[in-house]
T-cell receptor, first 111, second 115 residues
Framework: GEDVEQSLFLSVREGDSSVINCTYTDSSSTYLYWYKQEPGAGLQLLTYIFSNMDMKQDQRLTVLLNKKDKHLSLRIADTQTGDSAIYFC???????????FGAGTRLAVHP | DAGVIQSPRHEVTEMGQEVTLRCKPI?????LFWYRQTMMRGLELLIYFNNNVPIDDSGMPEDRFSAKMPNASFSTLKIQPSEPRDSAVYFCASSPQTGFTYEQYFGPGTRLTVT
């Protein structure tokens, strides 16, 4: 079935790297996504990776994809207090427009 | 672009009342999604439309919920009658058909409280 799993909470010190992990189930997904939700706001697309890639880098963000293990990770370098938010992993089973989201990982950045 | 617009931003109503949530997608987007977010259940897809036609409503909880998209620039989600367990944040999102990356753009949400 369709299921995306994430750890619920991560706490890091300002300036350190954060790594948020996700596992998904549908190997037919063509894209995997990371969304960010700040308090009181909707989800905002952070980045995505095509399923035939294993890495994508975008400034402080690095996405790693292990398709064999169906494991996705988001690394945030030099984490800042402004990065405190909930991060959602998502897949698009069957390569269609419908996305399946994980429960979200709450990232807390402390000084 | 103004982004996805939702109204109202907050709604407080009594059990049994009808509630209507509104959404204006980004101009030119062909897909529109309605989600519900709660602490217990996370983010749930309720229904989505393509070119104003409902494609998948399997996430709609029960007959009390209905959604319409009369034209490309407007959609409603109606709950009648409302119940306390409907209390949640309801998000609307839209997505363009082109590009095949299927990224979705979310509105700010409507926080619904049913007492």
């Amino acid at each position: 079935g369709e299921d995306v799993e994430q750890s619920l909470f991560l706490s890091v010190r300002e300036g350190d790297s954060s790594v948020i992990n996700c596992t998904y189930t549908d190997s037919s997904s063509t894209y995997l996504y990371w969304y960010k939700q700040e308090p009181g706001a909707g989800l905002q697309l952070l980045t995505y990776i095509f399923s035939n890639m294993d890495m994508k880098q975008d400034q402080r963000l690095t996405v790693l994809l292990n398709k064999k293990d169906k494991h996705l990770s988001l690394r945030i370098a030099d984490t800042q207090t402004g990065d405190s938010a909930i991060y959602f992993c998502a897949e698009n089973p069957g390569g269609y427009n419908k996305l399946i989201f994980g429960a979200g990982t709450r990232l807390a950045v402390h000084p | 672009d103004a982004g996805v617009i939702q109204s109202p931003r907050h709604e407080v109503t009594e059990m049994g009342q009808e509630v209507t949530l509104r959404c204006k997608p980004i101009s030119g987007h062909d897909y529109l999604f309605w989600y519900r977010q709660t602490m217990m259940r996370g983010l749930e897809l309720l229904i989505y439309f393509n070119n104003n036609v409902p494609i998948d409503d399997s996430g709609m909880p029960e007959d009390r919920f209905s959604a319409k998209m009369p034209n490309a620039s407007f959609s409603t989600l109606k709950i009648q009658p409302s119940e306390p367990r409907d209390s949640a944040v309801y998000f609307c999102a839209s997505s363009p058909q082109t590009g095949f990356t299927y990224e979705q753009y979310f509105g700010p949400g409507t926080r619904l409280t049913v007492t």
